[in-house]
């Protein structure tokens, strides 16, 4: 028992450096600005005017009543990454419980070099919080199965409402969990009935956001295609999607921040099965023997199962309408992923275990060593490219944006205002569209700087029209932006 605390302690200690190690380092991305922006309003403001539909009140009204909105992105990413490395030892409780000490400690080692865990630890958005959330209920649902008192129940339950007012993909859980008990009403018979009571009391607790936020739904739903964000993929690309997802929970090596956590990939087939390679030959079979192995554990192990498989299969199934299947969509699948890679690894032979341990160690500190230090997999250095205008832009000229939602992170950097323009999203223009255009730089202003941001409707089209009107000055190419200079004026 000595020996696992001190194992512990030294593995919240690296968990806790890894993920307040750079924590200031890269500027605010969009989401993160909307963050601070939802947080700086009146709490009447934040429940009942919400920043988007999935995204409930709970965690913003933390920010508010914080002392740190708006302070910078140390203290704004702080909760995240406290949340983050209080996950390691709930990590460890889980893995003991469900399995035994040897599992509980390497699915704690394996969550504190998750790249993937780091990144949310690292930005101020909820999904870091929603997963200690989470973590937590899980530990007290699984003692209320083994030990049947209903004060464990009640527990997680308040838990479970919490983590879905922190983030509503919690609600994939809470799904998970109705199916597994469905599925065992059996074996857990005498469980039923405290069962049905805590989810009505969790029905009856989320009521409240569910009426607020369904009309909201029910327009993000309608409206998802006009508003060309959330366009759904081809079947290929979904099942593609999915690996991709799994690939990035196990540590691959290739991990970036680009496409939503998506890793940078060549285009062709070839390429992409090339980087995949050492996730096919060593962390997949690892995947697949813990998967296997779950049969080991009975009740528990299928509990797991069903953990990973129903957020897949509910997130898969939204994404035929719209584009949900993401790898932060589905952050509630990674503690039940680090205790499947664990307890695969715990039931190799040995020198096996050994070997393959360090395989995935080997995958994950390359992924940090991308994640930290290679630009192009961080995120969008707005605080840069502000300073960069700022430090050459003269007067008059004038900003244009090829994504309208671009102009969040830049005005809350921007030392030095500029007249802003917005670019139409219907490209190509048409001949008006384009004249209305050139009249409108050519009469006010002298120079126009042009914004590009991963804006995929447009691409390069503005940066190719205006280099056919006008002379091209200055370049900046960025991580996932571009920054053009053209003279305007005749």
Not at 215 to 227: N, T
Not at 374 to 402: I, K, M, N
Request: with cysteine; glycine share 6%; net charge positive.
């Amino acid at each position: 028992m000595k020996r696992e605390g001190v194992i512990l302690f030294l593995l919240i200690g690296a968990g806790a450096a890894l993920r307040f190690f750079y924590l200031s380092h890269f500027s605010f991305w969009y989401d993160e600005v909307a963050t601070v922006i939802q947080s700086r309003q009146l709490a009447s403001e934040i429940i009942f005017s919400p920043l988007h539909p999935v995204y409930p009140p709970l965690y913003f009204l933390l920010l508010h009543v914080l002392p740190i909105s708006g302070t910078g992105e140390w203290m704004m990413r702080f909760p995240s990454a406290l949340a983050g490395t209080l996950t390691i030892p709930l990590m460890f409780l889980l893995g003991r419980r469900l399995f035994d000490a040897a599992t509980g400690m390497v699915a704690a080692l394996l969550l504190t070099i998750s790249p993937f865990h780091i990144y949310f630890s690292q930005e101020a958005r909820p999904y870091a919080i929603v997963i200690v959330v989470l973590t937590a209920a899980l530990l007290y649902f699984t003692r209320w199965l083994q030990s049947g008192q209903s004060r464990d129940v009640w527990i997680a339950t308040g838990l479970l409402v919490i983590g879905t007012y922190v983030q509503s993909v919690a609600a994939l859980s809470i799904v998970a969990l109705n199916v597994f008990m469905l599925f065992h009403a059996r074996a857990f018979r005498p469980l039923w009935r405290t069962w049905l009571k805590t989810q009505g009391f969790l029905a009856l607790c989320l009521m409240p956001y569910v009426f607020l936020s369904f009309r909201e739904y029910l327009y993000f739903w309608a409206s998802s295609h006009q508003l060309g964000i959330e366009k759904p993929l081809p079947l290929r690309d979904l099942m593609w999607m999915v690996g991709t997802i799994l690939f990035n929970f196990a540590h691959g090596f290739t991990f970036s921040l680009r496409g939503f956590g998506a890793p940078i990939e060549p285009t062709d087939a070839w390429g992409r099965l090339l980087v995949k390679t050492p996730f096919i030959l060593f962390i997949l079979p690892l995947i697949l023997s813990g998967w296997k192995q779950l049969n080991a554990r009975g009740v528990y192990g299928r509990c797991l199962r069903f953990l990973i498989i129903v957020p897949f299969v509910l997130t898969f199934l939204v994404s035929l309408r719209i584009n949900w299947l993401m790898p932060n969509h589905l952050s509630v699948v990674l503690p039940p992923f680090c205790l499947l890679m664990a307890w695969g690894l715990c039931r190799l032979l040995h020198p096996w275990n050994w070997i393959a341990g360090g395989l995935v160690g080997l995958l994950s500190f390359t992924s940090l060593a991308h994640y930290y230090f290679d630009p192009a997999s961080q995120r969008e250095p707005w605080r840069a490219v502000t300073q960069y205008v700022a430090s050459h832009s003269l007067d008059g000229d004038t900003l244009l944006f090829d994504a309208p939602h671009s102009q969040i992170p830049y005005n809350y950097y921007a030392k030095r205002p500029l007249p802003r323009m917005a670019l139409s999203q219907n490209v190509p223009l048409t001949l008006d569209e384009e004249t209305q255009l050139r009249k409108a730089l050519e009469h006010r202003y002298k120079r126009a700087w042009l914004v590009l941001s991963h804006n995929l409707k447009t691409g390069d089209y503005y940066p190719q029209l205006l280099n056919t009107l006008y002379m091209q000055l200055d370049i900046q190419r960025y991580p996932k932006i571009g920054l053009y200079l053209f003279r305007v004026s005749r």
